[in-house]
T-cell receptor
């Protein structure tokens, strides 16, 4: 049973380009979360999705960032017109039910390290 | 005030030592509590859930004090492989977010 798969592992973009980060949840998991970790900081919640639905996007910046989890295929985190401040590790996690259910574990992917030059 | 606060450390301890980490959280309605471990440039991995009655898993013991909004992790007989950052994680009531502390770094030396 493969774990949470993220790709690419490393992504370099020039300022103004678009970044697309992909996440395939663990088999049987329909709940996906995106977190961002800036250097020397903790993980910050960005967005929570179930298939075809955004459940909670309270952690997403208002502009340039979007996320989707289509019926078929991986979840995508899209960052348009990247800036240097977007450089970070982006982690995807999945769970069999929402982590709001008592003590439900979230399994994390290895992350995508985005560098904006 | 941060939602989850931890002493960043680092804690430098010799092999075999006992070390304790503390964490406080601000939302009294929080419902789930965890300790995750994160190795350098790796993803977080669940170490253990934390229950109100306290729980133990081998050399690791976690405690929760809801009245004081305080969580602890005790590691006995430290191993070199325990060197990592330990993340205190809380799920507020009625949300599906995991709120992470910034982590406490542990370095175990020979």
């Amino acid at each position: 049973n493969a774990g949470v798969m993220q790709n690419p592992r490393h992504l370099v973009r020039r300022r103004g380009q678009e970044a697309r980060l992909r996440c395939s949840p663990m088999k049987g998991h329909s709940h996906v979360y995106w977190y961002r970790q800036l250097p020397e900081e903790g993980l910050k919640f960005m967005v929570y999705l179930q298939k075809e639905n955004i459940i909670d996007e309270s952690g997403m910046p208002k502009e340039r960032f979007s996320a989707e989890f289509p019926k078929e295929g991986p979840s995508i985190l899209r960052i348009q017109q990247v800036v240097r401040g977007d450089s970070a590790a982006y982690f995807c996690a999945s769970s069999p039910s929402g982590t709001g259910v008592m003590n439900t574990e979230a399994f994390f992917g290895q992350g995508t390290r985005l560098t904006v030059v | 005030r941060k939602e989850v606060e931890q002493d960043p450390g680092p804690f430098n301890v010799p092999e075999g030592a006992t070390v304790a980490f503390n964490c406080t959280y601000s939302n009294s309605a929080s419902q789930s509590f965890f300790w995750y471990r994160q190795d350098c440039r790796k993803e977080p991995k669940l170490l253990m859930s934390v229950y109100s009655s306290g729980n133990e898993d081998g050399r690791f013991t976690a405690q929760l004090n809801r009245a004081s909004q305080y969580i602890s992790l005790l590691i006995r007989d430290s191993k070199l492989s325990d060197s990592a950052t330990y993340l205190c994680v809380v799920t507020p009531y009625n949300t599906d977010k995991l709120i992470f502390g910034t982590g406490t770094r542990l370095q175990v030396f020979p």
